[in-house]
């Protein structure tokens, strides 16, 4: 079975610009969640989606917002790019909302550069 | 505010010998923690994880130690082999704030040879 796959692996862009970022979970997971990472730091939570339905919401302001399609599949937006938005984006899924204490199977990133 | 710290960026080991990585956290609310490994241009795995109302979770040759009084957990890898060279990261997650995950900042493990 496929892994997590997220799309596209690197992308340029500059300042202003606006990017989506696509997500497909494991087939049959029904969450997804988003996170930023910037280099030499941990994951930040960006987005939890569960059943098309924004269940939370980490420290980022409105440029960045994201939504759930039918089949699970997730997509990041990020509006009036700015530099500090440079990052690597991950996406991971889990079966059922996730709650902590189960894995959450992660893809390998979308990098993000700003120019 | 940084809520989970790996207080030590790297760390070097020899084959077969004991690798352990500390992680400390400031919030008591925390009430799962996790560990995941990270190889260069790959997404995080999932390793092990603890509940908050115990103190030990063993899996093979990983181990995960929860001290709540000193708000200290630490993963033991025993013996260390060449391929747990990678980044390897602390997370907690709380109940009442929706199970975000709270990543530490990653220490990088390399396996001596």
């Known amino acids: 079975d496929a892994g997590v796959t997220q799309s596209p692996t690197h992308l340029i862009k500059t300042r202003g610009q606006q990017v989506t970022l696509r997500c497909s979970p494991i087939?049959?997971?029904?969450?997804v969640s988003w996170y930023q990472q910037v280099l030499g730091q941990g994951p930040q939570f960006i987005f939890q989606?569960?059943?098309?339905?924004?269940?939370g919401r980490g420290n980022f302001p409105d440029r960045f917002s994201a939504r759930q399609f039918p089949n699970y599949s997730s997509e990041l937006n990020v509006n009036a790019l700015l530099l500090g938005d440079s990052a690597l984006y991950l996406c991971?899924?889990?079966?059922?909302?996730?709650?902590?204490?189960?894995?959450?199977?992660f893809g390998d990133g979308t990098r993000l550069s700003i120019l | 505010d940084q809520q989970v710290k790996q207080n030590s960026p790297s760390l070097s080991v020899q084959e077969g010998r004991i690798s352990i990585l500390n992680c400390d956290y400031t919030?008591?609310?925390?009430?799962?923690f996790l560990w995941y490994k990270k190889y260069p241009a790959e997404g995080p795995t999932f390793l092990i994880s603890i509940s908050s109302i115990k103190d030990k979770n063993e899996d093979g040759r990983f181990t995960v130690f929860l001290n709540k009084s000193a708000k200290h957990l630490s993963l033991h890898i025993v013996p260390s082999q060449p391929g747990d060279s990678a980044v390897y990261f602390c997370a907690a997650s709380q109940r009442s704030n929706d199970y975000k995950l709270s990543f530490g900042a990653g220490t990088t493990v390399t396996v001596r040879a």
């Open positions: 991971a899924s889990s079966f059922g909302f996730f709650m902590g204490n189960q894995p959450q199977h």
């Open positions: 087939s049959g997971h029904k969450s």
């Open positions: 919030n008591s609310m925390f009430d799962y």
């Open positions: 989606y569960y059943e098309k339905e924004e269940r």
